[in-house]
């Protein structure tokens, strides 16, 4: 998927790019408080040295990096089946690695729960799931509040049903969530970035020490990250079919109707889903493109009509929703959406070093410096600048890796997000000058087959029509002059009426 540079995308990358570079400020500081003990990032001096080398060393790696790729990709070639099968094998692995390291931590809590109870497994707000999806005489769970509390106490009551009242029941449905979730993101992350962010997000989140921390820490953040994806995927395949004009003009109403439907439905579990909205609107500034070779049938009003169309629909299910809880529940309309819009105030932070997240509080540096490098690669060739949804779905929604926010506090999506970005990094880096080395490539050989006196490369590869050659006939039968004429004369008496 591609994007048009617009004036709005340049205040995406310059708010993006000072918010990279007080993030890796932050992190270098949180390092060397870790590593030597000073903290007060200094005397501010060592925040301000950061601050000001942070964007020429991440120029300069760019340009390094692009120029070391440039080379092999000018000595290598590699097949596209050997690339799909190198990516398969790196996923994997890495589903399998995640896997092998759950099942590890399944059994640590198993021994933990036998020496101390479950009820000491968990700890924070997470006892309060367990303890209401508890199944009892009446096999019925309590309800906790509204949206995705309520649907996460139902799946984990059922599973108790099943499993058994323990915390390990409790910790196998986290990983089964996990390792759905895992591919998930594979998935969505590949059809709207690639395979490079897609592999480096999994990756992250595989061995993350804030997700290994959420299995002994049961809620209904994983529950709704899976839905979240599966709308994330919902929504860019969307975006990408429209843009590429494989939809009639009626058929892309009644997709972006569904879309919004979805993310209507998400929004209402949690206010977190409305930000999928940002992929909706970025059909502004894709780049629209016809099939084989016709113009784009999607102008600027058809593309306003489907953007205001999926809104619409997702209002209208997300007010439905809405009026249907306050109905069963027995209260105003006014009062629930007030209180919904409370919780997701009082539960969003900018930062936040609470577990399970301040887990990640090392790493994080790591994702920010690597997506650092979006900056440079925004004024080079790039792969379509499929990176600027994403920037502004960071500046919304993830302003750093440590935002909660959302009526349940959720931070998944800001560590999610913030590992796009760097994949993302990291393949503009690797790949960014891809074309400028076919170009180049190409120019060579034209050169070296003008001074060998060979035939150059030609614009349009395919062959051109033949010249048209006149021939002259030959017979095994001559035929005589007198039978090659065809107009018989007719007497005036051989003729017929018809009665």
Same mark, same amino acid.
């Given at each position: 998927?591609?994007?048009?540079?617009?004036?709005?995308?340049?205040? $995406?990358?310059?708010?993006?790019? *000072?918010?990279?570079?007080?993030?890796?400020?932050?992190?270098?500081?949180?390092?060397?408080?870790?590593?030597?003990?000073?903290?007060?990032?200094?005397?501010?001096?060592?925040?301000?040295?950061?601050?000001?080398?942070?964007?020429? *060393?991440?120029?300069?790696?760019? =340009?390094?990096?692009? =120029?070391?790729?440039?080379?092999?990709?000018?000595?290598?070639?590699?097949?596209?089946?050997?690339?799909?099968?190198?990516?398969?094998?790196?996923?994997?692995?890495?589903?399998?690695?995640?896997? @092998?390291?759950?099942?590890?931590?399944?059994?640590?809590?198993?021994?933990?729960?036998?020496?101390?109870?479950?009820?000491?497994?968990?700890?924070?707000?997470?006892?309060?799931?367990?303890?209401?999806?508890?199944?009892?005489?009446?096999?019925?769970?309590?309800?906790?509040?509204?949206?995705?509390?309520?649907?996460?106490?139902? @799946?984990?009551?059922?599973?108790?049903?099943?499993?058994?009242?323990?915390?390990?029941?409790?910790?196998?449905?986290?990983? $089964?969530?996990?390792?759905?979730?895992?591919?998930?993101?594979?998935?969505?992350?590949?059809?709207?970035?690639?395979?490079?962010?897609?592999?480096?997000?999994?990756?992250?989140?595989?061995?993350?020490?804030?997700?290994?921390?959420?299995?002994?820490?049961?809620?209904?953040?994983?529950?709704?990250?899976?839905?979240?994806?599966?709308?994330?995927?919902?929504?860019?395949?969307?975006?990408?079919?429209?843009?590429?004009?494989?939809?009639?003009?009626?058929?892309?109403?009644?997709?972006?109707?569904?879309?919004?439907?979805?993310?209507?439905?998400?929004?209402?579990?949690?206010?977190?889903?409305?930000?999928?909205?940002?992929?909706?609107?970025?059909?502004?500034?894709?780049?629209?493109?016809?099939?084989?070779?016709?113009?784009?049938?999607?102008?600027?009003?058809?593309?306003?009509? $489907?953007?205001?169309?999926?809104?619409?629909?997702?209002?209208?299910?997300?007010?439905?929703?809405?009026?249907?809880?306050?109905?069963?529940?027995?209260?105003?309309?006014? $009062?629930?959406?007030?209180?919904?819009?409370?919780?997701?105030?009082?539960?969003?932070?900018?930062?936040?070093?609470?577990?399970?997240?301040?887990?990640?509080?090392?790493?994080?540096?790591?994702?920010?410096?690597?997506?650092?490098?979006?900056?440079?690669?925004?004024?080079?060739?790039?792969?379509?600048? %499929?990176?600027?949804?994403?920037?502004?779905?960071?500046?919304?929604?993830?302003?750093?890796?440590?935002?909660?926010?959302? /009526?349940?506090?959720?931070?998944?999506?800001?560590?999610?997000?913030?590992?796009?970005?760097?994949?993302?990094?990291?393949?503009?880096?690797?790949?960014?000058?891809?074309?400028?080395?076919?170009?180049?490539?190409?120019?060579?050989? %034209?050169?070296?087959?003008?001074?060998?006196? /060979?035939?150059?490369?030609?614009?349009?590869?395919?062959?051109?029509?033949?010249?048209?050659? =006149? =021939?002259?006939?030959?017979?095994?039968?001559?035929?005589?002059?007198?039978?090659?004429?065809?107009?018989?004369?007719?007497?005036?008496?051989?003729?017929?009426?018809?009665?």
């Amino acid at each position: 998927m591609a994007y048009r540079k617009t004036k709005f995308s340049y205040i $995406v990358w310059f708010l993006y790019t *000072l918010l990279c570079i007080v993030l890796f400020a932050v992190c270098v500081n949180v390092w060397m408080d870790h590593l030597t003990g000073v903290s007060g990032f200094a005397g501010v001096g060592l925040f301000v040295a950061v601050a000001l080398a942070a964007p020429a *060393l991440a120029a300069a790696l760019y =340009r390094l990096v692009s =120029r070391c790729s440039a080379w092999c990709m000018r000595r290598f070639t590699w097949k596209k089946g050997a690339v799909i099968g190198m990516e398969c094998l790196a996923f994997l692995l890495i589903l399998a690695g995640a896997l @092998l390291v759950r099942i590890m931590c399944l059994n640590d809590v198993s021994a933990a729960a036998a020496g101390v109870g479950d009820a000491n497994i968990f700890y924070g707000d997470s006892a309060a799931y367990f303890d209401r999806a508890v199944v009892t005489q009446n096999g019925a769970a309590a309800a906790i509040d509204c949206g995705i509390g309520d649907l996460y106490v139902t @799946l984990l009551s059922v599973a108790l049903s099943f499993l058994g009242n323990r915390a390990v029941s409790a910790v196998f449905l986290q990983i $089964v969530l996990q390792m759905i979730g895992l591919m998930l993101a594979y998935a969505a992350t590949r059809e709207l970035a690639g395979r490079v962010p897609a592999c480096a997000a999994t990756l992250y989140m595989a061995g993350s020490s804030a997700c290994l921390r959420m299995l002994i820490c049961p809620g209904p953040e994983w529950l709704f990250f899976d839905l979240y994806l599966i709308g994330l995927y919902l929504s860019g395949s969307f975006v990408k079919s429209y843009c590429a004009g494989r939809m009639p003009k009626p058929v892309s109403v009644f997709a972006a109707a569904a879309v919004g439907a979805v993310i209507g439905a998400l929004a209402y579990l949690d206010l977190t889903g409305a930000s999928l909205f940002v992929f909706v609107l970025s059909i502004a500034a894709g780049r629209k493109r016809g099939q084989e070779g016709m113009p784009a049938r999607n102008g600027t009003g058809m593309s306003a009509a $489907v953007i205001l169309t999926a809104i619409a629909a997702g209002a209208a299910v997300w007010a439905g929703a809405a009026v249907l809880s306050a109905d069963v529940s027995g209260t105003a309309l006014a $009062v629930t959406v007030s209180d919904r819009l409370r919780a997701c105030y009082e539960s969003s932070y900018l930062f936040t070093g609470k577990d399970p997240y301040a887990a990640d509080l090392y790493l994080i540096g790591v994702s920010v410096f690597a997506a650092l490098l979006l900056v440079p690669a925004f004024f080079g060739e790039g792969t379509g600048r %499929n990176y600027l949804p994403w920037m502004f779905l960071c500046l919304l929604a993830a302003p750093t890796p440590m935002t909660v926010y959302g /009526e349940h506090g959720f931070g998944m999506l800001s560590l999610y997000v913030w590992a796009v970005l760097a994949g993302l990094g990291l393949q503009n880096s690797l790949f960014g000058s891809k074309a400028k080395v076919m170009r180049s490539v190409i120019e060579e050989i %034209n050169t070296a087959a003008e001074q060998a006196g /060979e035939t150059t490369f030609i614009e349009n590869p395919l062959p051109l029509p033949k010249r048209h050659v =006149r =021939r002259d006939m030959d017979f095994l039968y001559e035929v005589a002059e007198k039978d090659m004429k065809y107009d018989v004369e007719v007497s005036p008496d051989d003729d017929f009426d018809i009665k």
